[in-house]
């Protein structure tokens, strides 16, 4: 089984700046693509960005341009750089992991809160 851990977020100004980390343990051969979601008051979860174990990245139009996702395989974490944050960023922020076999389920993380103070 694959473990993950948040961590990395806070409290901060508009226009600030966190950065979110996950660090994966366990059967870690059984990723494949990572990613980041949020999920802020009253809406669905969202994906935010998503990265690949050979580095492709793809984000949420909302993010892009302000946020980039990186991964080290040999850490087994993937980050959230986070900059010029906004109100509407404020959720709770999930780290999210593919498994390599499509029948089955992906792994999550218990979340961070991210809150940006207007």
């Known amino acids: 089984q694959v473990h993950l851990v948040e961590s990395g977020g806070g409290l901060v100004q508009a226009g600030g700046s966190l950065r979110l980390s996950c660090t994966a343990s366990g059967s870690t051969f059984s990723i494949n693509a990572m990613g980041w979601y949020r999920q802020a008051p009253g809406k669905q979860r969202e994906l935010v960005a998503m990265?690949?174990?050979?580095?492709?990245?793809n984000y949420a139009n909302s993010v892009k341009g302000r946020f980039t996702i990186s991964r080290d395989n040999v850490k087994n974490t993937v980050y959230l750089q986070m900059n010029s944050l906004k109100p509407e960023d404020t959720a709770v922020y999930y780290c999210?992991?593919?498994?390599?076999?499509?029948?089955?389920?992906?792994?999550w993380g218990q979340g961070t809160q991210v809150t940006v103070a207007s």
């Open positions: 990265v690949t174990s050979g580095g492709s990245t």
């Open positions: 999210n992991a593919e498994n390599r076999s499509p029948s089955l389920p992906s792994f």
